[in-house]
């Protein structure tokens, strides 16, 4: 459509991970090189996270073409395998046998067998084996723990089969739970995928720009990149799709160059947040050296730069900018044990009430929510649990409950931005630790609702 008025050789934006159009910003070339690493000294189990859309898979390919040709790989793209199935994809992909139909009645520990002697015949040549996992976090707890099983695969001097677990945050969180800690002592490398700086979105626009061109001038004007940012974050999936809408809108309109006004018309289509929407309230925000203890939350002057330039204060950036580059790498970690999603209320609702019960909750038994933070008022709290519902994950804005519901929240003023609630204790401690170390607020709490209680007008 808008690649010959542009001059485009081909797609510069496309949504497919392409390996060539990776562009190495330092946090992609660094995971690149750390799972490279690990792979060449044949250790047992890599870890690759990010949120959605930062280019996970595209590395995962970047690394799989840079292997060497003494590496078999197998790739296992979807992660609501049973445990057999997983065996018989990675029989399947390393070539013992070349339909998985004919394994359909082999017993596990036939597939175990079968896959330990073609490892073992893979050793006795110098050559090794690695199974890359994508979507990880969608694993069922038998599969992972199978998984856990296949890293005992091993000589005395290697391990035979090497494992790269690929997913979103959640990932991290269903790895800490004590159900998993077995696994997660195997995993000897970690790698974290970040969204991208203003900087490093200028470079990734060009660098497409120029893979897909050829020389010429930049159709991006800088007002038009700083749009970029402030609407995606950084995160690459996201810039993506805005700059191939705005390259759409750009040849509609006969525009030579991409400006701001195309790129928020472009995001306005995709629905994408505007900087502009953004809630300048400095004086909403809360002030942590002024608060009595135990009354407001203790935020920390980094964090506080951060709530400033989410508001449009600091770099008038929007909300939805901060969340997307400060948020990502907790805000998955809402995970029951066992990788199954946690039972959640739908947070839609403008006010929900603390004290309401969860409708997914076990009957009879409890759920428990994460207080992350605290507002003096309304507006900011809603900008930030606006965009985190946007985001998929259960938040919800509330006054704090009174002395009758939840004994712990009495003389608390403002209000409260809610997570979850969860099923167990245990998904929501992985929250809350989440919360601490990523965002800096050291006075979260985790609230158990006992049930249904009067809502408090």
């Given amino acids: 459509m808008y690649e010959d008025y542009y001059r485009f050789r081909r797609q510069p934006f496309s949504p497919t991970p392409d390996p060539e159009f990776l562009y190495k910003s330092e946090t992609h070339q660094k995971a690149l090189e750390e799972l490279l690493r690990g792979v060449r000294r044949r250790e047992g189990m890599l870890l690759l996270t990010g949120d959605v859309g ?104 290697q391990k035979l089969l090497q494992i790269l677990l690929v997913g979103q945050p959640e990932l991290q969180a269903l790895l800490v739970t004590p159900e998993m800690r077995p696994l997660n002592q195997r995993i000897a490398r970690r790698a974290t995928l970040r969204p991208l700086n203003r900087e490093e979105v200028e470079r990734y626009v ?20 700083d749009q970029v940012y402030a609407c995606t974050g950084g995160i690459p999936r996201e810039i993506n799709q805005l700059c191939d809408r705005s390259l759409e809108s750009g040849f509609a309109a006969q525009r030579p160059t991409v400006d701001r006004a195309t790129v928020a018309e472009a995001a ?3 629905g994408f947040s505007s900087p502009a929407a953004a809630p300048a309230v400095v004086e909403s925000l809360p002030d942590a050296d002024s608060s009595p203890v135990g009354q407001r ?65 076990p009957e009879g038994g409890q759920a428990y929510r994460v207080m992350a933070a605290r507002f003096d008022a309304r507006r900011p709290a809603d900008a930030l649990a606006e965009r985190l519902r946007r985001l998929g994950y259960a938040v919800s804005v509330a006054p704090p409950a009174g002395p009758d519901n939840h ?13 979850g609630p969860y099923t167990t204790l245990t998904a929501a401690q992985a ?4 919360i601490r170390n990523r965002l800096g607020l050291d006075d979260t709490r985790i609230v158990a609702d006992a049930g249904p209680s009067p809502t408090r007008p």
């Fill in 54 to 157: 930062t280019g996970k898979t595209t590395i995962a390919r970047a690394l799989l073409g840079l292997l060497d040709r003494d590496v078999f790989t197998a790739l296992v793209i979807d992660p609501f395998v049973t445990a057999d199935e997983l065996l018989r994809v990675l029989l399947t992909d390393f070539g013992v046998v070349s339909d998985s139909a004919l394994l359909q009645g082999a017993s596990r520990q036939r597939l175990v067998d079968t896959l330990n002697r073609f490892l073992l015949s893979l050793s006795s040549v110098g050559a090794s084996a690695l199974a890359v996992i994508d979507e990880a976090q969608n694993l069922d707890p038998a599969v992972l723990e199978q998984l856990r099983i296949l890293t005992g695969l091993e000589t005395d001097q």
């Fill in 206 to 225: 060009g660098f497409r720009v120029q893979l897909a061109r050829g020389a010429g001038n930049p159709v991006f004007s800088q007002d038009a990149l």
């Fill in 268 to 270: 306005a289509a995709l």
């Fill in 297 to 361: 939350s203790r935020i920390t002057p980094q964090t506080k730069r951060v709530l400033a330039t989410a508001f449009g204060v600091a770099a008038g950036v929007g909300i939805g900018a901060w969340v997307a580059v400060t948020m990502p790498t907790w805000l998955g970690s809402g995970v029951t044990p066992g990788g199954a999603p946690p039972a959640v209320v739908d947070a839609t609702q403008s006010t929900p009430s603390l004290a309401a019960a969860p409708s997914e909750a």
């Fill in 407 to 419: 004994p712990d929240s009495h003389n608390e003023e403002g209000y409260l931005v809610w997570v």
């Fill in 431 to 434: 929250m809350d630790t989440a």
